[in-house]
């Protein structure tokens, strides 16, 4: 059973960069049909997809976020990771890693999930 | 970007009875539309890919249906465990969106 489990501070301070750590377990990142994702949820709120990253360093952005972000797989610690710099009160929120396929295999749609780690930007 | 928009914003149910959810997207999907279910404190869970296939383990008095631009998730008859918010999510194009969720709650 693949299990993903996101890891990192939960609190940053203003202005500071956020990184955080998906794990992944009962599966690799280096599969060739799979991307891994990150999405955030602020409180109260609905979800919004950061970016995505697939094994071989292809990478797409929200480019809502994208001027701030960058997501890398570490293949030989089967996990992958995101970074986002500068970090307001606007950038708290639950994230989420997650796995979706590829849609010229028929996915794209988020599969599996991680539990999720909840990030505060505060000084 | 596409933007789903989901209606009603809360929908207030007893058990038993039956749950119809729309996803409107702003422009054609194709099949490339998904459900989730989130409750409270816990991660979303897929429920339904490609407008309606069921994931594994979904019962399946859940069901998905629509085409194009519009889209439907139908709950047949309301267990306890169901009352959550729901999700469509669109995979049409390489920037995945949400739509902003329909609660599901106890009337």
């Known amino acids: 059973q693949l299990q993903l489990q996101e890891s990192g501070p939960g609190l940053v301070k203003p202005w500071e960069s956020l990184s955080l750590t998906c794990n992944v377990s009962?599966?690799?990142?280096?599969?060739?049909?799979?991307?891994w994702g990150w999405i955030r949820q602020s409180p109260g709120k609905g979800l919004e997809w950061i970016a995505s990253v697939y094994y071989s360093g292809t990478t797409y952005y929200n480019p809502s976020l994208e001027s701030r972000v960058t997501v890398s797989v570490d293949l030989s610690k089967n996990q992958f990771s995101l970074k986002l710099t500068s970090v307001t009160a606007v950038d708290t929120a639950i994230y989420y890693c997650?796995?979706?396929?590829?849609?010229?295999?028929?996915?794209?749609?988020?599969?599996?999930w991680g539990q999720g780690t909840p990030v505060t930007v505060s000084s | 970007e596409i933007v789903l928009t989901q209606s009603p914003g809360t929908l207030s149910l007893s058990p038993g009875e039956r749950a119809t959810l729309s996803c409107r997207a702003s422009?054609?999907?194709?099949?490339?539309l998904a459900w989730h279910q989130q409750k409270p404190g816990r991660p979303p869970r897929l429920l339904i890919y490609a407008v309606s296939g069921r994931a594994a383990g979904v019962p399946d008095r859940f069901s998905g249906s629509g085409s194009g631009t519009d889209f439907r998730l139908t709950i047949s008859s309301l267990e306890p465990e169901d009352f959550a918010v729901y999700y469509c999510?669109?995979?049409?194009?390489?920037?995945?969106?949400f739509g902003q969720g329909t609660k599901v709650e106890i009337k």
């Open positions: 422009q054609s999907l194709g099949t490339y």
């Open positions: 999510q669109q995979y049409a194009t390489s920037l995945w969106t």
């Open positions: 009962g599966g690799s990142v280096s599969s060739s049909a799979y991307y």
């Open positions: 997650a796995r979706h396929g590829r849609r010229q295999l028929g996915g794209g749609y988020f599969d599996y």
